[in-house]
């Protein structure tokens, strides 16, 4: 594989004992070895949003926006390092707010950048917190992650980055444009995370977390010295994203209004020309701070979200790229799930086509691909593993008829599929011998009629074996302990027994019996 010109600059450590040299010397030089890398970071945004499109296909503007925000942060951080005067200087924060409909990458965006950040990186849902912390988590447990994800490292992990999803989920209930807000705590969890945002020092043990508070007590007295015990939010880069469902008819209303009569239809018609609006949720684009003011966020909360970006719809055509070019298509993931299998399937453009269709029609953006690669490969994910195929064809009547398409291919494949239930009877014998000692030889018409019966039960030649001999070892043991037989563990399996195990077994002691008496 090519090697990448990009790097994980911060790799989390496993927990040290504070009681350990040892480990504390191994903590020094893995802590100097991560300032390094910071110290050495030289990428610039147009090598990031590079990195970027090989995951995610569109949202140019976003990736630029993020792009410039991770090399500004850097390298911000880096000279705070090499300068630490630097950090009492004011810095303005560029926290970014990311808005879009669902499944158009804002959350993967985040993801890919995660894999390149050299600072500590913490990602949570807003819908986990609440106003108190007593139903739900406290927000300030977002800074504590951070220093979780630095191993304790507070210098490190004030230069860390937080990336909160689903934002939207907390307007206030009480907006009547909003429809976000579901929490009627919203207004509470925004306030505290502004602080977050602004500038707070954030204690590093939670009042309610009782053993973190007592280690730190113990080691105090161990150590007479005590870990600092807050970090600082001013220099933590906040990045937000939502999909904020409702605001992208509010702005149309807005545009659309912004003049009477004519010159309204005029007016909204240059502003949407402008934005190349193309659905309903690129009106995203002309998102105020007014517009996501009355949506239910807080006037404070917004203002400390200056850097604002709006991820645009997906097309059909974007789905189409996304399934052929994106590394991280899902379509690559499929193909990994049936090669753990060893089987591996060959896919045609005008198949890849129509995914992408059926996947728009979804309207749930790039998730709605694995809604339908899910619908047309459900059986076959089911049936083939335990079957001789090993690669077959997936084409525009696949997606159309799975379910004929997997029986014509299963007829197709029925002698080999035979000679895959006579190697599980072979299996399952093998098994028997080794957990109980017993050589069983399945002759060709109780492998027939074990074929036979599984075909017709849908069910395995494994489910099938077990059920019909769970007791048979038993019967043979008595044979085999009694002292007039011959000793041998080796016994003859014909359809007469197959059919009826435990009547076999009366037959063979009768008839030990007779050979004994």
Request: with cysteine; hydrophobic share 40%.
């Amino acid at each position: 594989m090519k090697s990448s010109p990009f790097k994980t600059f911060f790799v989390g450590k496993s927990e040290k004992n504070p009681d350990s040299p040892a480990e504390d010397d191994q903590g020094a030089e893995a802590h100097e070895e991560t300032l390094k890398r910071i110290q050495g970071f030289n990428l610039k945004p147009r090598e990031i949003r590079d990195y970027l499109d090989r995951f995610v296909i569109q949202q140019a503007e976003a990736k630029k926006v993020l792009s410039v925000a991770i090399c500004d942060h850097y390298n911000h951080v880096r000279q705070c390092i090499e300068n630490p005067s630097l950090r009492e200087i004011d810095y303005a924060k560029q926290n970014i707010l990311l808005l879009g409909p669902t499944g158009v990458g804002k959350t993967y965006l985040m993801r890919c950048i995660a894999r390149l950040i050299g600072v500590p990186f913490v990602k949570a849902d807003a819908t986990k917190f609440s106003e108190t912390g007593y139903v739900g988590g406290d927000v300030e447990d977002l800074v504590r992650d951070l220093v979780k994800a630095a191993d304790g490292d507070v210098e490190l992990a004030q230069y860390g980055i937080v990336y909160i999803d689903e934002i939207d989920k907390i307007a206030s209930s009480g907006s009547t444009t909003g429809g976000g807000g579901r929490d009627v705590s919203g207004r509470g969890v925004q306030i505290n995370l502004l602080k977050l945002m602004e500038e707070t020092e954030v204690n590093l043990h939670s009042q309610t977390d009782l053993a973190a508070q007592m280690q730190a007590m113990m080691e105090m007295q161990r150590t007479g010295r005590s870990r600092k015990r807050t970090i600082n939010t001013r220099h933590i880069l906040f990045i937000v994203s939502g999909a904020f469902d409702k605001l992208s008819e509010q702005i149309k209303r807005r545009v659309q209004s912004s003049s009477i009569g004519f010159a309204a239809g005029a007016a909204g018609a240059v502003a949407a020309a402008r934005a190349h609006v193309t659905h309903d949720s690129d009106f995203l684009r002309l998102a105020q701070s007014r517009d996501i003011i009355d949506y239910g966020m807080e006037p404070e909360f917004v203002g400390r979200l200056p850097v604002r970006v709006a991820c645009q719809a997906l097309t059909a055509a974007d789905l189409e790229k996304i399934l052929v070019t994106s590394e991280g298509s899902i379509l690559s993931q499929y193909r990994a799930d049936f090669a753990g299998y060893g089987i591996d399937f060959e896919i045609t453009q005008p198949a890849v086509c129509e995914i992408a269709a059926q996947a728009y029609q979804e309207n749930t953006g790039a998730r709605g691909l694995m809604t339908v690669l899910e619908r047309v490969f459900r059986n076959f994910k089911f049936e083939l593993p335990s079957t001789a195929v090993k690669a077959f064809r997936v084409d525009e009547k696949t997606i159309a008829e799975p379910e004929a398409v997997l029986c014509s291919l299963l007829r197709e494949n029925a002698q080999k599929q035979h000679e895959v239930l006579r190697a599980d009877v072979n299996a399952f014998a093998q098994r028997f011998q080794t957990d109980y000692g017993f050589e069983l030889v399945f002759d060709d018409g109780a492998v027939d009629v074990l074929i036979e019966q599984s075909l017709a039960a849908d069910k395995t030649i494994r489910a099938l074996c077990e059920d019909k001999f769970h007791n048979f070892h038993h019967g043979l043991k008595l044979l085999v302990a009694d002292d007039g037989g011959d000793g041998s563990k080796r016994f003859v399996i014909t359809r007469d027994v197959v059919e009826n195990p435990d009547k076999a077994i009366s037959r063979w002691v009768v008839e030990r019996f007779k050979k004994t008496s």
